[in-house]
């Protein structure tokens, strides 16, 4: 059976509410290429809602300090025993300057079979590949940080002489210590010459005896003397305004033991050195801050990273409710005035992507990992013989599952610690969209199209799986900024042999789009990408 050629319509790459006839299968592979490294910000972090920024814009930083690694601040403490007071000091271990490139290829093969008059079924199976290039530089110019990783408490062959010299430099604060207590003992009111400098400042002379003693302890607490006392995992850089102050410190110290004390027999000084300090943070530290559980992070390693398998797979059906365009072979339309037709669906969709991985800050998942339930309805309408246009309604109910999740202690908390890591309930908020499709039709076998869509998704839902979290940040935490919506425009050039094949002139009815586009709004942290893509359908009545 032919048809006249004007009457087929070219459907390019877009959906509509087509119902292929009873008996025949249609087959669809369309391969698309999403590229990016910004997006658009959700408001909670430097920049405003919608507005561009990178998409490592989390990890471009000012300062790596106790904020993002809380296992810094103790370091504080520590310190403020060797150097006195009690307020914070500058610690830092430099910034830290990130961009990420990410590539999401996504290969739907969709088969569709036409089961009765009205209605198909539907089986889509996404392949997806993700990568994501990550291009680090921490410290840049390595003259900013003021700690940095600490050899001592890594271990090693490195790690001896360090612990041999701070074991020096404590026990020269010990012996000092010892000499000038057992002085103020002995000269308690006696009026030997040796006993004047002690005894015209007794209160003095006692304070400096408790700070030697103090910088004594921050040096094993902070520095470390040996395989039992390493030390903190960071350590003042040796080039850094702390470590600077600490030899200060211990300087300023030995000078007033000798006023105190005199000189030390058989040599110069009471404290003739300082501890060794950490090197400038390099590339293979910051790798070590995040990897290694002494940091607190325990995270994979910040590398590029690649992921391949199937997305989340579909299963869904189409009803079609009317159709003025007049149903008569597949891809039929009736040309002249004004004509509409409506389709109904609906698709479940199964949670077999692979999730993005709690241990690595830059991965992108295949797919959500959870099952989704959704509605659509398909209006087309046709103006003339050259023009039609598609829009189509989609609302996704998105199920409920258990998850493992980082909890962030705030918006845009680049390294979730390893302890904030527990099992969480998962609600992703649900999604509304809207699409819009234009085609115009330039000849028999081909048409330019272009497609709108604009997607809403409401906020997530988070609370924790069980009772075991104490000291985990509030769940909800992880809720925040997850609102988003987007706005994207793709225009299309197809070719069909629809028409031939109806007249017999062509064997294998087909469709060939090229696709390209963009994002060009978005908020919540939605990519923003560029688009390109192919589309091929094949139709084959197989009874």
């Not at 370091?75 to 990420?100: C, D, E, K, Q």
């Not at 990783?149 to 074991?167: D, E, F, H, I, M």
Request: charged fraction near 15%.
């Amino acid at each position: 059976m032919t048809h006249p050629a004007h009457g087929q319509r070219v459907l390019g790459p877009s959906t509509d509410a087509t119902v292929i006839p009873k008996g025949m299968i249609r087959v669809t592979v369309s391969p698309t290429w999403e590229r990016s490294h910004q997006r658009y910000a959700d408001g909670l972090g430097r920049n405003g809602k919608g507005e561009v920024e990178s998409l490592a814009e989390d990890f471009n930083l000012d300062t790596l300090g106790p904020r993002q690694f809380p296992t810094l601040a103790p370091v504080n403490a520590g310190l403020r025993s060797i150097l006195g007071g009690t307020g914070p000091l500058p610690l830092t271990l430099g910034a830290l300057s990130a961009r990420f490139d990410r590539t999401v290829a996504t290969t739907p093969i969709t088969i569709e079979y036409g089961l009765v008059r009205r209605l198909m079924l539907g089986l889509v199976i996404p392949m997806v590949k993700t990568r994501t290039e990550i291009s680090l530089n921490p410290n840049p110019g390595a003259t900013n940080s003021t700690v940095g990783v600490n050899t001592s408490y890594l271990g090693g062959a490195a790690a001896t002489a360090v612990r041999t010299n701070n074991q020096l430099v404590v026990l020269q604060l010990a012996a000092a210590s010892q000499a000038l207590q057992a002085l103020l003992q002995s000269c308690q009111g006696s009026t030997a010459a040796n006993c004047a400098p002690v005894n015209a400042d007794r209160a003095a002379a006692q304070a400096l005896v408790a700070a030697a003693t103090g910088a004594a302890t921050g040096i094993e607490n902070v520095y470390g003397v040996s395989g039992t006392k390493p030390g903190s995992p960071y350590a003042p850089t040796h080039t850094g305004s702390v470590h600077k102050s600490v030899e200060a410190r211990l300087a300023s110290m030995s000078l007033s033991f000798a006023g105190f004390l005199g000189a030390p027999e058989g040599a110069a000084e009471w404290i003739a050195g300082a501890p060794i300090g950490a090197r400038a943070l390099a590339y293979s530290d910051f790798q070590a801050v995040v990897i290694d559980s002494a940091f607190g992070v325990r995270s994979d390693s910040m590398v590029s990273v690649e992921l391949s398998r199937p997305g989340d797979i579909e299963l869904g059906a189409k009803f079609l409710v009317f159709d003025a365009f007049g149903f008569t072979a597949a891809q039929r339309g009736t040309p002249g005035g004004i004509r509409t037709r409506l389709s109904l669906g609906a698709a479940y969709r199964l949670g077999t992507g692979l999730r993005d991985s709690v241990d690595h800050f830059a991965d992108v998942g295949t797919g959500d990992g959870q099952t989704d339930i959704e509605g659509r309805a398909f209006l087309d309408v046709l103006f003339g013989r050259r023009f039609w246009a598609s829009a189509i309604a989609r609302y996704t109910m998105q199920q409920a599952d258990e998850i493992t999740r980082r909890v962030p202690s705030e918006a845009h908390d680049p390294f979730p610690g390893a302890a904030s890591r527990v099992l969480v309930t998962r609600d992703l908020g649900d999604v509304m969209s809207l699409e819009v499709s234009p085609r115009y039709v330039v000849s028999e076998g081909f048409a330019i199209g272009g497609t709108w869509r604009y997607l809403k998704k409401s906020a997530d839902s988070y609370a924790f799986a069980t009772d075991d979290n104490v000291g985990v940040p509030a769940a909800s935490n992880l809720a925040l900024g997850t609102e988003q919506s987007e706005q994207r425009a793709v225009f299309s050039l197809t070719y069909s042999n629809l028409a031939q094949y109806f007249r017999g002139r062509a064997r294998a009815p087909m469709e060939v789009s090229f696709t390209v586009g963009r994002t060009i709004s978005g908020s919540g942290n939605v990519s923003r990408s560029t688009i390109s893509g192919l589309t091929l359908r094949v139709y084959n009545q197989l009874f």
